[in-house]
């Protein structure tokens, strides 16, 4: 059974996952997400990246009216999903995967690398938009995504919870 944190830490990162698809930051989610869960096995992060396609195609398709409820059926997938990743991982790496997933929580700042793109590093800061200690982070919706707000939308999503240690 996993401690209310990491618990806590799933149902974050599930929402998340379903706020990122359709924005501009969704590529560099898919990508994180993908390699946290296929620790290193390109089977698995194959699956995981076909689950989240599937997850940002089903969020794209759905009629406007029919969003909200997909959403929230769509986050509670990825909660399960990332609750029973965690919890099949031994207690070293469960610690190192629950950082790696609070990391993708944790809004970057402003700027070029703010908007999803990898620096010269590889790694990709500040994977979806998030409000969090400091205030809101804007994401811009891709084009052709009805009902995902409009300019100065901003996703908000409270972590402060997740600032303890698992």
């Known amino acids: 059974m996993l401690s209310e944190t990491l618990s806590a830490l799933a149902a974050a990162g599930g929402a998340g996952i379903v706020q ?60 399960t999903r990332l609750a029973d990743f965690l ?20 809004p970057a700042p402003a700027g070029p690398a703010a908007q999803g793109r990898a620096d010269n590093s590889g790694a990709v800061p500040a994977p979806w938009p998030l409000t969090g200690r400091s205030g809101p982070v804007s994401s811009r919706p891709r084009p052709g995504m009805p009902g995902r707000g409009g300019s100065g939308s901003c996703v908000r999503m409270e972590f402060q919870m997740l600032a303890g240690q698992a």
């Open 87 to 106: 919890e099949g991982l031994e207690p070293a790496e469960q610690a190192q995967a629950a950082e790696q997933l609070r990391a993708l929580l944790v």
């Open 20 to 79: 990122a698809a359709g924005t501009d930051v969704w590529a560099a989610v898919r990508e994180r997400v993908a390699r946290l869960l296929g620790r290193g096995r390109t089977e698995d992060e194959r699956l995981a990246q076909a689950r989240l396609d599937r997850t940002g195609q089903e969020l794209e398709a759905v009629a406007p009216q029919e969003r909200a409820a997909l959403a929230q059926r769509q986050e509670h997938t990825w909660q």
